[in-house]
């Protein structure tokens, strides 16, 4: 349908260093930039990897997603799109940057440190990797409710 939103998730390898400020000034352009295309998101990073979700219009989440992939800041390695969802998961949300602190506070970190490094040793099966996004995804929703908006 003409309204429906359209969401995917990504991970990819920082082939640059980043720290603290740096992803926190990538995220405040990424904020003010889906502010305008109507996309929201979040945005984690841990052992070099980074780990996004985004939803929005089909257009614009493809668009941005191309022009991020084309970003020579990360390599993505691993693109699951989820297609068409019923409602935005989060609303408010125009990029999300979460730090370890948040991260831990859903007990998340655990989930994200193995998808991340098992990426790194071995080849998960997608089937499984899709289980643990999609797991991670909903979870990460539970942020929603204590935690200020973007
Ligand atoms: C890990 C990562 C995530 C990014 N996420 C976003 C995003 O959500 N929104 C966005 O506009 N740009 C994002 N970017 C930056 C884009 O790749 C690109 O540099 C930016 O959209 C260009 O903005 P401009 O059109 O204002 O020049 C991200 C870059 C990286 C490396």
Same mark, same amino acid.
């Given at each position: 349908?003409?309204?429906?939103?359209?969401?995917?998730?990504?991970?990819?390898?920082?082939?640059?260093?980043?720290?603290?400020?740096?992803?926190?000034?990538?995220?405040?352009?990424?904020?003010?930039?889906?502010?305008?295309?109507?996309?929201?998101?979040?945005?984690?990073?841990?052992?070099?990897?980074?780990?996004?979700?985004? %939803?929005? #219009?089909?257009?614009?989440?493809? +668009?941005?997603? *191309?022009? &991020?992939?084309?970003?020579?800041?990360?390599?993505? !390695?691993?693109?699951?799109?989820?297609?068409?969802?019923?409602?935005?998961?989060?609303?408010?949300?125009?990029?999300?940057?979460?730090?370890?602190? %948040?991260? #831990?506070?859903?007990?998340?970190? +655990?989930?994200? *440190?193995? &998808?991340?490094?098992?990426?790194?040793?071995?080849? !998960?099966?997608?089937?499984?990797?899709?289980?643990?996004?999609?797991?991670?995804?909903?979870?990460?929703?539970?942020?929603?409710?204590?935690?200020?908006?973007?």
């Amino acid at each position: 349908m003409l309204n429906d939103i359209y969401a995917l998730s990504y991970i990819s390898i920082a082939l640059e260093e980043f720290d603290e400020p740096k992803l926190k000034a990538l995220a405040q352009h990424a904020i003010q930039k889906n502010k305008r295309l109507d996309i929201s998101g979040y945005l984690c990073f841990m052992h070099n990897m980074f780990f996004q979700y985004l %939803e929005g #219009s089909k257009t614009e989440v493809v +668009d941005l997603m *191309n022009e &991020i992939e084309m970003d020579i800041r990360h390599q993505v !390695i691993n693109l699951i799109h989820f297609g068409s969802i019923k409602e935005r998961k989060f609303l408010g949300w125009s990029m999300r940057y979460l730090d370890d602190g %948040e991260l #831990s506070s859903i007990h998340l970190e +655990d989930m994200l *440190n193995w &998808i991340f490094t098992s990426m790194q040793t071995e080849d !998960i099966p997608l089937a499984l990797l899709k289980e643990k996004v999609h797991i991670m995804v909903d979870q990460i929703k539970t942020l929603r409710g204590n935690k200020t908006i973007n």
